[in-house]
């Protein structure tokens, strides 16, 4: 299936979430497990501009 641009996705393992900048063809993993993607009510609680930049500590 793959992960598109602009896409929330959601490790219900360990609570990792990951915000998908440039889609691919992929499945996103984490833990061993494939990543769930987050529903429009859910994503609404994550915003960009609330994350850490890369390389930032």
Request: one cysteine or more; a negative charge; aromatic letters at 4%.
């Amino acid at each position: 299936m793959g992960a598109a641009r602009g896409e929330i996705y959601k490790c219900e393992a360990c609570g990792n979430v990951v915000h998908v900048l440039e889609g691919g063809a992929g499945d996103l993993v984490c833990c061993g497990e494939e990543m769930r993607l987050l529903g429009k009510d859910e994503v609404k609680q994550y915003s960009v501009k609330d994350l850490p930049k890369p390389g930032s500590p």
